[in-house]
């Protein structure tokens, strides 16, 4: 009997010092962020979604710091977000979406569905490699230098329309509620912050994409999206 005791009792100190040791590594974590970047939005979205608490670190990507040598130090190809969760640097936003689902297993951003992953996977990508890389300030400033105004602007609503004609006709047959069906996964995290930034600063008219129109509704009902926007973020202007 007392040896049973003993063994429950060791078992119950494990788990507690476990979950210990995880609500410790959960406060560690620190996301260097930037209030208007759709990459970090994606990863504030994660965090909200899975309940982690983490210190804003504000880079101010409109003046330069993003490539200071300290920050350059944690990611050399100088982009935000980066994630730092202890001892652990993960820089890019899918990696970092990646990192945070095997780490951090709360609210699967992934569904056990692979049929369903891979669309996920690939709608995310539309995003991510077709239509904001396009939006990055050092390639905006590229652009500019070569093209008037103008046709900067034709240019990034030109890309941003056959990204969203892509997904229109990707999702048509996975969506329900929101992007694969019922529940939040992957894809809507890529793609709210690039729905609402193609709304807001590009003027993109949405009349022409139903689905995506309709799950921008929905996004707005969710508490962790809402509180991801960047109107929100400590380092958002007073006007915007």
């Not at 652990?88 to 992934?110: C, G, Q, T």
């Not at 103008?150 to 030109?158: C, E, F, G, I």
Request: negative net charge; charged residues 25%.
């Amino acid at each position: 009997m007392e040896s049973w005791l003993r063994s429950n009792e060791s078992k119950r100190a494990q788990q507690g010092s476990m979950q210990e040791d995880e609500q410790k590594q959960k406060q560690k974590l620190k996301l260097y962020s930037n209030w208007r970047s759709s990459c970090s939005w994606r990863v504030r979205i994660a965090l909200n979604l899975k309940g982690l608490k983490y210190e804003y670190i504000p880079v101010n990507v409109l003046k330069g710091e993003q490539f200071s040598p300290e920050f350059t130090e944690l990611n050399p190809i100088g982009y935000v977000p980066v994630l730092v969760d202890g001892d652990v640097v993960v820089s890019d936003s899918f990696a970092i979406l990646m990192y945070l689902e095997e780490k951090y297993p709360e609210h699967p951003l992934l569904p056990s569905n692979l049929n369903k992953r891979a669309i996920n996977y690939q709608a995310a990508n539309i995003v991510s490699s077709s239509i904001q890389p396009l939006q990055n300030i050092a390639v905006l400033k590229y652009i500019e230098e070569k093209v008037s105004a103008d046709d900067k602007l034709s240019l990034l609503t030109y890309h941003i329309t056959k990204g969203f004609q892509a997904l229109e006709k990707l999702l048509k047959d996975h969506a329900g509620r929101y992007a694969t069906g019922d529940e939040v996964f992957l894809a809507d995290l890529f793609l709210e912050p690039q729905i609402h930034g193609a709304i807001k600063w590009f003027n993109i008219d949405m009349v022409q994409f139903p689905l995506l129109s309709r799950l921008n509704d929905a996004y707005s009902e969710l508490l962790p999206f809402q509180d991801a926007m960047p109107e929100k973020q400590p380092d958002a202007p007073p006007h915007h």
